[in-house]
């Protein structure tokens, strides 16, 4: 196939084309017409996902690119994510951090309401 099919569209414009292609196909065909229609696009568009879902699943693994967040490995914190450097405190001092910034814009905002 084409490898600029399909086009770069932006994502608004190319599901307008399909609303418009809907209303098109809709014509004069009868409910029952729609539907099986309709039921055969949808099944085309199965096809695609679960193919495609398959090829990155395949290609990930090649990759080795793929991380199961499910794993004991990662539920146990040695997964990809595992941030083992930081401690508590470190984590605290970020909250603390966090929460006297939301503490100063709230007292802005009542300085600014009572102006």
Do not use: C
Request: glycine share 6%; charged share 20%; aromatic share 6%.
């Amino acid at each position: 196939m084409n490898a600029n099919f399909p086009p770069n569209i932006h994502p608004t414009t190319y599901n307008l084309l399909a609303i418009a292609v809907g209303i098109v196909l809709v014509g004069d065909l009868s409910a029952d017409e729609q539907n099986s229609l309709g039921n055969w696009f949808l099944l085309l568009g199965q096809y695609l996902a679960t193919n495609a879902a398959q090829q990155q699943l395949i290609e990930g693994r090649i990759e080795n690119k793929n991380i199961n967040i499910n794993s004991k490995k990662n539920k146990s914190g040695n997964g990809p994510w595992d941030h083992t450097n930081k401690s508590n405190q470190t984590q605290r001092d970020e909250v603390e951090f966090l929460m006297d910034a939301v503490n100063k814009i709230y007292n802005e905002l009542n300085n600014l309401k009572d102006e």
